[in-house]
């Protein structure tokens, strides 16, 4: 079981102000935005994927009054994707509209479409965000289907955490990589405040400036990267999680006592083990492997992604972290 981890009212305090300056930060950048020109103003989205991810991004869409069309390979996913998007809203609704819940939520369901034809999907988008499996054939074969069928002022936009833009928008013609860019979510998306914004040498302003509004809009807190090997966050978050689990393969410290000190003294509110179970030990593997491509090239180093023992041994377990059941900590319920 995972052991509970007492926290100080000293952290809790420092957290509070932390969000309120993220808050006023927030509110200060729409304000701003709201005086400068910008790209063309975005009004129908099309989301790719309904799973955890697609389903987030599609509901902060609906709920800032974007009309958005979800789709997927199955009328089965695109039910499973409502689902979540109709179990996250009542939790919201409890919160703005606690005594109409059920009207809270079918307003906001009310914006949403879903289709399995992916051509029709695009027909009338101003823009395409695709939360589909982290491949970057299968993305590109998407992407590249696509170009065709959206209109030509169409924004493409992949939500990729690992992968490079600029190769996923070379599935697309020279014009619609101008409209393309990376705009990559966190997960849980409707809690989350954060969205990097990936710009390839071939992004235009207007794109990026339309994207940047958009953020904005559905109430999110957007920060701007090149297309770097994991943007801002994984690129400092990934070699900080593996070199954690090389502390403990050392035998430096136990997990537990790592996540105690990142979180009491580094007032991080979660430590790493607890964040690899969280995101799965299967995919924090798999982009490692993926960077070690990075570092083959010279675009990282290559003793950030070499291989663990511990976490291949694990991974050939079955010991995936929170969705399995077991990580580094164990949890009765498979989440």
Same mark, same amino acid.
């Given at each position: 079981? +995972? #052991?509970?981890?007492?926290?100080?009212?000293?952290?809790?305090? @420092?957290?509070?102000?932390?969000?309120?300056?993220?808050?006023?930060?927030?509110?200060?950048?729409?304000?701003?935005? #709201?005086?400068?020109?910008?790209? #063309?103003?975005?009004? *129908?989205?099309?989301?790719?994927?309904?799973? +955890?991810?697609?389903?987030?991004?599609?509901?902060?869409? $609906?709920?800032?009054?974007?009309?958005?069309?979800?789709?997927?390979?199955?009328?089965?996913?695109?039910?499973?994707?409502?689902?979540?998007?109709?179990?996250?809203?009542?939790?919201? !609704?409890?919160? %703005? /509209?606690?005594?109409?819940?059920?009207?809270?939520?079918?307003?906001?369901? !009310?914006?949403?479409?879903? @289709?399995?034809?992916?051509?029709?999907?695009?027909?009338?988008?101003?823009?395409?965000?695709?939360?589909?499996?982290? /491949?970057? %054939?299968? %993305?590109?074969?998407?992407?590249?289907?696509?170009?065709?069928?959206? %209109?030509?002022?169409?924004?493409?936009?992949?939500?990729?955490?690992?992968?490079?833009?600029?190769?996923?928008?070379?599935?697309?013609?020279?014009?619609?990589?101008?409209?393309?860019?990376? +705009?990559?979510?966190?997960?849980?998306?409707? $809690?989350?405040?954060?969205?990097?914004?990936?710009?390839?040498?071939?992004? /235009?302003?207007?794109?990026?400036?339309?994207?940047?509004?958009? @953020?904005? =809009?559905?109430?999110?807190?957007?920060?701007?990267?090149?297309?770097?090997?994991?943007?801002?966050?994984?690129?400092?978050?990934?070699?900080?999680?593996?070199?954690?689990? *090389?502390?403990?393969? =050392?035998?430096?410290?136990?997990?537990?006592?790592?996540? @105690?000190?990142?979180?009491?003294?580094?007032?991080?509110?979660?430590?790493?083990?607890?964040?690899?179970?969280?995101?799965?030990?299967?995919?924090?593997?798999?982009?490692?492997?993926?960077?070690?491509?990075?570092?083959?090239?010279?675009?990282?180093?290559?003793? +950030?992604?070499?291989?663990?023992?511990?976490?291949?041994?694990?991974?050939?377990?079955?010991?995936?972290? *929170?969705?399995?059941?077991?990580?580094?900590?164990?949890?009765?319920?498979?989440?």
């Amino acid at each position: 079981m +995972l #052991s509970p981890i007492l926290r100080s009212a000293t952290m809790s305090s @420092t957290r509070s102000q932390l969000n309120a300056a993220a808050a006023t930060r927030l509110s200060s950048i729409q304000r701003h935005l #709201s005086t400068t020109p910008s790209g #063309s103003r975005i009004e *129908r989205m099309t989301v790719f994927g309904a799973g +955890l991810m697609g389903a987030g991004i599609a509901q902060v869409g $609906a709920q800032s009054g974007l009309k958005v069309t979800l789709s997927d390979v199955t009328d089965k996913a695109l039910e499973n994707g409502l689902n979540i998007i109709s179990k996250s809203l009542s939790r919201v !609704a409890k919160k %703005k /509209s606690p005594d109409d819940i059920e009207g809270f939520t079918k307003k906001i369901l !009310a914006n949403i479409e879903t @289709t399995t034809d992916a051509g029709k999907a695009v027909e009338d988008t101003d823009l395409v965000v695709e939360a589909i499996i982290e /491949s970057i %054939k299968v %993305k590109r074969d998407l992407f590249g289907f696509l170009d065709s069928k959206a %209109k030509a002022e169409c924004i493409f936009a992949t939500n990729t955490s690992s992968l490079s833009v600029t190769e996923i928008a070379e599935s697309c013609g020279k014009e619609r990589q101008e409209r393309f860019a990376g +705009l990559h979510f966190f997960n849980p998306v409707p $809690a989350m405040k954060l969205v990097e914004i990936i710009r390839t040498p071939q992004t /235009s302003t207007s794109t990026y400036e339309s994207l940047k509004e958009v @953020t904005l =809009r559905i109430g999110k807190a957007p920060v701007t990267c090149n297309d770097t090997p994991g943007f801002i966050v994984n690129r400092l978050l990934v070699p900080y999680l593996l070199e954690s689990i *090389r502390m403990v393969e =050392r035998g430096d410290a136990t997990p537990e006592d790592i996540d @105690t000190a990142m979180e009491l003294g580094a007032g991080y509110p979660m430590g790493p083990f607890k964040l690899l179970d969280f995101v799965g030990l299967d995919t924090t593997t798999y982009i490692a492997q993926g960077w070690r491509g990075k570092a083959a090239s010279g675009q990282i180093s290559k003793e +950030l992604v070499e291989p663990i023992e511990l976490l291949d041994k694990l991974v050939k377990e079955g010991k995936l972290g *929170r969705k399995s059941g077991q990580g580094f900590y164990e949890y009765e319920n498979k989440k």
